[in-house]
């Protein structure tokens, strides 16, 4: 694969990958999109913002504006007891807010498909890429950031996911409505609960710099 697009929800995430290389950019706000040439390969970087909206609307511009033929979502998550801070390559993600609400309790479904009726969730997979030693894990992606430990809880047994964002599951889906391939590679910042603030904040940029050199070696070895 030539062209590859990169999606990132903060902006510090996007300038952790390849930070010595330089980049040209080649779209303006308000979704400002770079590319790096990198060998073969060339790069486009993008970052429109928090949330799944952001991230599959910068999804859907790489792909239709800028035809890039892998989508990568790098950069950092909350744990819901995954081993160790990473990185890990996703190889699911379940959207963790899109249902039905019944009984003051959220059914989950899968996203995208009628929630109504018997629930059921399945995870979007991502593709097959060169095993360079990550761990591996479920992500479960909402528009929620997570300080509260109860309901990562119940996302993690619900789900069955170790990690949480705000970004994966939508570029996931995204790449499906497009016919793209995805992949995604986290290092988390914290543990989902009533610290994750202030754990954010201070792990930011060693997390986010731990996913920029495991994509870094992805994308050689692809």
Known sequence: ????????????????????????????????????????????????????????????????????????????????GAAGRGPFLITEAVQADFGAMRDERLTHYTAGDWPIGPASVEAFRAADVPDTGMARARIATSDLFVECGAHAARVRDALGATLVDMETAAVAQAAMLLGVPWAAIKATTDEADGASAGDFAANLAASARAAAQATERLIASL
């Open 1 to 80: 694969m030539k062209r590859i697009g990169i999606v990132t929800g903060v902006q510090a995430e996007l300038a952790a990958l390849l930070p010595a290389v330089p980049r040209t950019i080649i779209a303006g706000p308000p979704l400002p999109i770079e590319r790096v040439e990198q060998g073969e390969r060339t790069l486009f970087l993008a970052c429109a913002g928090i949330g799944k909206v952001a991230a599959a609307t910068a999804a859907a511009t790489l792909v239709l504006g800028h035809g890039v033929e892998l989508l990568l979502v790098i950069g950092t998550a909350g744990s819901l």
